[in-house]
């Protein structure tokens, strides 16, 4: 009868467990988020930090920023962080999100062969850049993908004047994330506009090298958003939140702050207190 009760003991124990195991297990969330911050490993350095002090595991589904967001406009996402300030104030005033948060930042550069045909190295303005590159006609790689970063170098080449698209012959879209782009440009000795996390953590360099940077208008700033529980009543909000608050926080700022490549810091906190 003693056996037969510590087996019935041993039995709830188990399921217990079982039960605790499986309730953890669903403590997880989705952010869809650049490209950009994955392949630089930001998220590699954070995500574990954020882990280990809430138990909250996440699952990254790294694409271009348009791409992200359409993911939290279908409610595939619970969070979305991203970098196209305008995009993501328009996925609030639809509703998808009641707040766009900023985050951290970095810079846009603009890359090119160490023979630069365009005469382009050294500059700071990149609307002159953008315009002695169409006049040399040499290859200038875009992502044509939707995403921040495409969104950004169309807007210099609005600012600069000029308008290009797949049907120009030096003009090459790739439809990929930064690193295959940075690929392609390296294969093909063109010019391309990259954010410099992704350049600094970029191996396939060739004979590529920054040419043109420390333009204001290349600042490249982050916003994070929760996904509307209004919208998509199976959203995360509580686990959603406490990312978000976390990496607002002190601590997730500072532990942003603290990933680098080679000394250099690639993102910098700026979320306001």
């Known amino acids: 009868m003693k056996r037969r009760h510590l087996l019935q003991i041993g039995l709830t124990s188990l399921l217990m467990a079982s039960t605790i195991g499986m309730a953890q297990a669903q403590k997880s969330i989705t952010v869809s988020s650049t490209t950009s911050t994955e392949q630089s490993g930001l998220f590699t350095h954070i995500l574990p930090v954020f882990q280990n002090k809430t138990g909250i595991q996440v699952k990254v589904v790294a694409v271009g920023t348009g791409q992200a967001l359409d993911i939290g406009r279908r409610g595939d996402a619970d969070v979305v962080f991203v970098h196209d300030k305008v995009a993501e104030e328009k996925f609030v005033s639809e509703g998808f999100s009641s707040k766009r948060i900023e985050i951290m930042y970095n810079d846009f ?88 996390a992704t350049w600094l953590t970029f191996k396939n360099r060739g004979d590529l090298t ?22 998509h009543a199976h959203v995360k909000k509580a686990e959603g939140q406490a990312f978000i608050d976390w990496i607002a926080s002190k601590d997730g700022q500072e532990t942003i702050a603290s990933y680098k490549v080679n000394g250099e810091q690639l993102f910098f906190p700026n979320a306001k207190k």
């Not at 600012?159 to 093909?188: D, F």
């Not at 333009?215 to 529980?229: A, E, I, K």
């Open 109 to 196: 550069v603009l890359i090119g062969p160490k023979s630069d045909p365009a005469k382009i190295n050294g500059g700071k303005d990149i609307a002159v850049a953008l315009q002695k590159i169409m006049k040399s006609q040499s290859s200038f790689i875009s992502r044509g993908d939707k995403s921040g970063t495409h969104a950004a170098e169309l807007r210099y080449w609005k600012v600069a004047g000029l308008e290009v698209s797949a049907s120009t012959p030096w003009y090459k879209e790739t439809g990929s994330g930064m690193g295959p782009a940075l690929n392609t440009a390296s294969g093909l000795n063109g010019y391309i506009l990259s954010d410099r």
């Open 210 to 231: 920054i040419l043109v940077q420390g333009d204001p208008r290349l600042f490249n700033q982050y916003g994070v958003m929760l996904v509307s529980p209004e919208k």
